[in-house]
């Protein structure tokens, strides 16, 4: 019996397993358990390296199974450097070696720490062909399992878990099904023509991207949340807003330039927090203080916001109908914020102390800065999106017909 189809030999056959180590899809999970020892603070190696080895056998298992199943199973791939038998003795020996780590952890930390591991394993093994069929599990399948491999890292540093460990495992879970949903665009034709239902196949691909993008998004947006909650670090925002920046790029491209784009974006959003929560270069860090302006900080910051919202209607040639449906909102808001104001709902303190018609005269200012912000940010993204659109058909190519 012979591990390698083509070759033989011990170095053959040795290629052949290492084969099935994807260093794209292996290094996450692995480092992911690290920033899980990380942010539970003082780092026991020997039990780290215990539940490391435990991701990568749970990881190797996925990569021999997926492979095995599309070529022998399927007959997707059109080749594959295993055998049969090699296949099927890799998966047993990478199942003994998760399930002796496994052991390990439950001796050397307790039973929590062995029952938060055994999921991944399940999910490598289960993720062909019974999860990749399907567009929740085939979404959420290694999301969730480095949101696992996140929450095991911690645990078998503590023996317990933290709102803050559990509050970084959402945001991966989140913007990587983002970043997976992208992914599967790339395979949308062949997973459609075999009624392989991913997200892109089920919405389509123009709402499968809006979807990632929101998920993206919104993952990005708990790093913010986390951290103006006192649950993260105060440097995790320079993270969400590096991720960011690659996924305004990403959002518009091609799904294979797309996925690149975000694959690597999504290193470089690991490292960056975990170097906000190992090193806290921002910790102790306060926010400017602008109320040095006095009776003038609320009307400066609706200046500095005023103007944006000018420049975004401006650049969208949107300001005059911006302007009337301000105008036409405007009577609703005026009489809103009389009214929480008469009864005491909420005081301005930091103002000029002018009122017009009863209210403060920053407040009227407020009423056309907020729907103007919001008016010039759709505005915009509008005609983005109707340029890309534009540009996309421009590069198809015309029909016979």
């Known amino acids: 019996m012979a591990f390698a189809r083509h070759e033989s030999g011990v170095r053959a056959e040795l290629a052949a397993l290492l084969s099935q180590v994807h260093p794209v ?8 358990s690290w920033f899980g020892a990380v942010i539970a603070g003082d780092v026991a190696m020997a039990v780290g390296a215990v539940h490391m080895a435990a991701m990568f056998f749970a990881v190797y298992t996925a990569h021999v199974k997926d492979g095995y199943i599309d070529f022998y199973g399927r007959g997707e791939d059109d080749d594959h450097p295993l055998t049969e038998w090699g296949c099927r003795t890799a998966l047993l020996g990478a199942g003994l070696g998760f399930a002796a780590c496994t ?17 991944t394993w399940f999910i490598g093994y289960l993720h062909a062909p019974q999860l990749d069929t399907n567009p929740v599990t085939t979404t959420l399948g290694y999301p969730t399992g480095i949101a696992l491999s996140i929450l095991g890292g911690y645990l078998v540093q503590t023996g317990t878990l933290s709102a803050e460990a559990i509050g970084f495992a959402a945001v991966f879970l989140v913007t990587l099904a983002g970043v997976k949903i992208i992914d599967d ?3 949308y034709d062949y997973d459609r023509s075999i009624d392989k239902r991913t997200v892109s196949v089920l919405l389509g691909p123009s709402p499968a991207r809006s979807l990632a993008v929101g998920l993206l998004s919104l993952g990005l947006l708990g ?15 320079v993270a969400a807003l590096a991720f960011g920046s690659v996924v305004i790029v990403a959002r518009r491209a091609r799904p294979t330039i797309a996925t690149m784009l975000l694959i690597r974006g999504a290193y470089v959003f690991l490292a960056f927090l975990l170097v906000a929560v190992w090193f806290q270069p921002l910790s102790g860090t306060t926010l ?18 005023g103007a944006a919202a000018l420049t975004l209607l401006t650049y969208a040639n949107a300001l005059r109908p911006a302007l009337r ?7 609703i808001a005026y009489i809103w914020d009389w009214y929480t104001l008469e009864v005491g709902v909420f005081e301005i303190t930091m103002r000029t102390g002018y009122d017009l018609f009863g209210i403060p005269i920053e407040e009227h ?14 505005e915009t993204m509008g005609m983005l999106a109707d340029s890309a659109s534009a540009a996309d058909t421009a ?3 015309a029909d016979d017909d």
Not at 25 to 32: D, E, Q
Not at 223 to 237: D, H, N
């Open 25 to 32: 899809f292996m290094l996450p999970p692995l480092a992911a």
């Open 103 to 119: 052991l390990a952890l439950g001796i050397l930390v307790g039973p929590a720490a062995a029952a938060i591991t055994i999921p």
């Open 185 to 187: 665009e790339q395979d």
């Open 223 to 237: 790093v913010l949340w986390g951290t103006l909650g006192g649950l993260f670090p105060s440097a995790a925002p």
């Open 288 to 305: 400017p203080d602008i109320t040095v302006l006095g009776p003038y900080t609320y009307l400066a910051t609706e200046i500095v916001f």
């Open 325 to 331: 449906t301000i105008a036409a909102v405007y009577p």
């Open 365 to 378: 200012i407020f009423m056309f800065v907020v729907p103007g912000l919001v008016l010039g940010i759709h």
């Open 395 to 397: 590069g198809q190519p």
